[in-house]
């Protein structure tokens, strides 16, 4: 098995504790590594106490772009936020090129700064997993991204000609630092939405869905739902005349027949049996010409990292539940 050593921009936020913890048991990893500028010194448990006893390290100030370019197989993910990875890339190109580093270094970047630039390969790993194969730019989708491209990709091929779309997310999802709609007292007894029909994420999904053919209205509204982390997408469209409940489900099931971490389920699917784990599972429903497609994940797991591990190891040619195969926490 290929021997990766691996550098974590921004290992203090959850996504990357996330990698912290899916990394530090996986196969292929022989050292890893991770940057927090206001954190250096302090041990990683510091920040991620699920972390004491089982992943050693402490947070370095600034990355050892050195010791990485000495590896064989150098890996770095990137979880800084949105726009920092961008601003830093022209001087992070300038000392790989020094180091012998820039030709050999797999990027796979959590944020939003690349998920639209053609140079990178989008990581949408159930979309196509082929093209991560030999991949060295990986731009992560956002989290409701994955959930209503796992939800639309399968009718692209029957193109309903309108598609709306709630999806309720945890607070996780905005990251360490509170704000006035993410801290706890003002969101633990509340629901709301939130960009409504504006929200970034939209770009990913029309692309995607137009290179296979469907240029769709959607109407997306997020919402934010009162739980730590998880993410539930349903979308309704209208269904072609005679398409019941039993078609519709034989279609999510053949689209995702080879997909590991994709789980068609009976009835709704449920946020507490995909937290923690690298799973999206899917509910179907149908009746009197209208569709209804339900997506269960959690935004931190394969809305983000899981999902980020999971390009890693396509990546690299090993199969993609390589350090991922194990189950959430239940109940959540």
Partial sequence: MTS??????????YGGGELLRWLSGHPAVKTL????????GKPFHAQHPN???????TFEGTPDWAALAQSETPVLFSALPHGELARLWPELQTEWD????????????????????PA?????????PERMQGATHIANPGCFATALQLALLPLAEWKPAFVAVTAATGSSGSGTAPSDTTHHATRAHDFRAYKMLSHQHEAEVLRTLAAEGWEVPLSFVPQSAPMVRGLFATAQF???????????RARYESFYKDRFFVRIVEGSPRVAATTGSAFADIGVAARHGHGAVMVALDNLGKGMAAQAVQNLNLALGLPEWTGLKAAGGYPA
């Fill in 4 to 13: 990766v050593d691996v550098h974590i921009l921004g290992a203090s936020g």
């Fill in 33 to 40: 590594r991770g940057t927090a500028r206001s954190h250096a």
């Fill in 51 to 57: 972390l004491r006893g089982l992943v050693e390290g």
């Fill in 98 to 117: 020094h180091l012998g580093l820039a030709d050999r270094l797999t990027v796979i970047d959590l944020s939003a700064d690349f998920r639209l630039d």
């Fill in 120 to 128: 990178w390969v989008y990581g949408l790993v159930d979309w196509k």
């Fill in 238 to 248: 209208p269904l072609a005349p005679g398409i019941e409940a039993g078609a519709l």
